[in-house]
């Protein structure tokens, strides 16, 4: 498998934990890097406060999962081989059904990342979460939480 291929598998995965309610799985993912979640220039957070914060606002049905689906989409992976470091921008859409069983699109915005190659391995160093360009009827998902840019 070629880096570009490694490195987007890391993006679906990533999706398919969080859909399957697999908050620490997820988080781990992120064990060496700098979180954005906010705005603010220099807020970064680390995995540990990143888990904190899902398991605060995510809301878990009782079949274990956030009953929604992140399609992540379009990336556009740039890799430096010498350097070991790979930036990745991408589109993410966030699909949940409502009481009615009406799938909608809750969330639309993109991803900005960036890997690091770690003993032979692609791992996260950096994702910037602030980029949401569409947010809709989020009460089903998130709880007691405002979206900031």
Sequence with gaps: MNHAQLISNLLFQYAEYIDNGQLNLAAD???????KISSRKDQFIGKDELLALWKKI?????????RTKHVITNPII???ELSGLAKVKSYFNVFQPDQNQVIRLILSGRYYDEFQL???KWVWSHRDYTHIDFA???SLHLKD?????
């Design 78 to 80: 740039q890799i430096d």
């Design 136 to 138: 809709g009827d989020l």
């Design 118 to 120: 770690q003993n032979e």
């Design 145 to 149: 939480f405002q979206l900031r840019n």
């Design 29 to 35: 993912m992120f064990s060496h890097a700098q979180i």
């Design 58 to 66: 995510i809301i878990l049905y009782p079949c274990g999962t956030p």
